[in-house]
């Protein structure tokens, strides 16, 4: 079994920076994390579960929702079981419960990621 968690949401200001990470742990992490596609999603009060960003094993292909390229990286580190978000330029639409998830294929889909982790809060303030 595989869990994955979440530390590093939190309160920023409008116009801020944040970077989420995604550990994965457990007895087979180590071949978990290198094997799945690692992605975000997140999701707002009274609204869906929305895709935000994913990376391919080995970080060769990326994808990010059009509501945040350009001011969201992903990346991942492999050695480490962990994923990142990087986020730039925060504004008060960003404000969600960030999910960090795990799949088999790069999709936008949020149904296809297998594995989530409990979410962590980030709000933006104005």
């Known amino acids: 079994q595989v869990q994955l968690v979440e530390p590093g949401g939190g309160l920023v200001q409008a116009g801020g920076s944040l970077r989420l990470s995604c550990v994965a742990s457990?007895?087979?992490?180590?071949?978990?994390?290198?094997?799945?596609?690692m992605a975000w999603s997140r999701q707002a009060p009274g609204k869906e579960r929305e895709f935000v960003a994913a990376?391919?094993?080995?970080?060769?292909?990326?994808d990010y929702a059009e509501s945040v390229k350009g001011r969201f990286t992903i990346s991942r580190d492999n050695a480490k079981n962990t994923s990142y978000l990087q986020m730039y330029s925060l504004n008060p639409d960003d404000t969600a419960v960030y999910y960090c998830?795990?799949?088999?294929?790069?999709?936008?889909?949020?149904?296809?990621?297998?594995?989530w982790g409990q979410g962590t809060q980030v709000t933006v303030s104005s």
């Open positions: 998830a795990a799949g088999p294929i790069l999709t936008m889909s949020t149904t296809h990621y297998i594995s």
């Open positions: 990376v391919t094993r080995t970080a060769y292909s990326t």
């Open positions: 457990g007895q087979s992490a180590s071949t978990y994390a290198s094997t799945y596609v």
